[in-house]
């Protein structure tokens, strides 16, 4: 049973263009959430952290916003860079003692 | 200077063989992981450590051996390499174990290819 769902699987759009990558997850309980950017060969570097009683949070061109009621969290990116081509990727803490889990992650590909 | 660095990036080897994998972190976390990533990208926890001790031993096969000689280093090594084992295998730090807003620090990943 997948406890993480990430949509759209890949994304492309043109430099300069804002995206929005959609989170879902079943994990619980639930303490806080995670975005983390993989580039390519690289190990994931985490971008923003969500607790349970935020709703957005900036940093940067990029904004997260979580709906822990309906267990929903959104990674907007704006004026997108080549540069933030990656995996990004979802990870919800159930607060288990280190055990977290991973999104598949949503491959994004900007292009000039 | 890399926090987590991991050796070697690439590996090729036959199956059968037996083969390890290297972890450094230089950031003074108390806890290092071991993390395999799949063909479908999916992250996966195999072996966590808190100061040289387990902690996490998740459903791997006892031929993956974790070693954490100190609290800086954690090692995998490999026993009798099957195709299945072919992956990307992933070292990480945090400062604190379980900690609710547990931040980990990856090193670039170990590319393992069982032919």
């Known amino acids: 049973k997948n406890q993480v769902e990430q949509s759209p699987q890949s994304l492309i759009i043109l430099e300069g263009k804002n995206c929005t990558l959609q989170?879902?997850?079943?994990?619980?309980?639930?303490?806080?959430l995670r975005w983390y950017k993989q580039d390519t060969g690289r190990g994931p570097v985490s971008l923003t952290i969500?607790?349970?009683?935020?709703n957005t949070k900036s940093n940067g061109r990029y904004t997260a916003t979580l709906d822990a009621d309906t267990k929903q969290s959104s990674l907007h990116i704006t004026a997108s860079q080549l540069s933030d081509s990656a995996s990004y990727i979802c990870?919800?803490?159930?607060?288990?003692?280190?055990?977290?889990?991973f999104g598949q992650g949503t491959e994004l590909s900007v292009k000039p | 200077d890399t926090a987590v660095s991991q050796t070697p990036k690439y590996l090729v080897t036959q199956m059968g063989n037996d083969k390890s994998i290297k972890c450094e972190q230089n950031l003074g976390h108390d806890t290092m992981y071991w993390y395999k990533q799949d063909s479908k990208k999916f992250l996966k926890i195999m072996f966590s450590?808190?100061?040289?001790?387990?902690?996490i031993n998740e459903t791997v096969p006892n031929r993956f051996s974790p070693k954490s000689p100190d609290k800086a280093h954690l090692n995998l090594h490999i026993n009798s390499l099957e195709l299945g084992d072919s992956a990307v295998y992933f070292c990480?730090?945090?400062?604190?174990?379980?900690?609710?807003?547990?931040?980990?620090?990856f090193g670039s990943g170990t590319q393992l290819s069982v032919l």
């Open positions: 450590y808190n100061n040289k001790e387990l902690i």
């Open positions: 990870v919800p803490n159930p607060n288990q003692g280190g055990k977290l889990i």
């Open positions: 989170c879902n997850y079943t994990v619980s309980p639930f303490s806080n």
């Open positions: 969500m607790t349970f009683s935020e």
């Open positions: 990480a730090s945090s400062q604190d174990r379980g900690a609710v807003n547990e931040k980990l620090f």
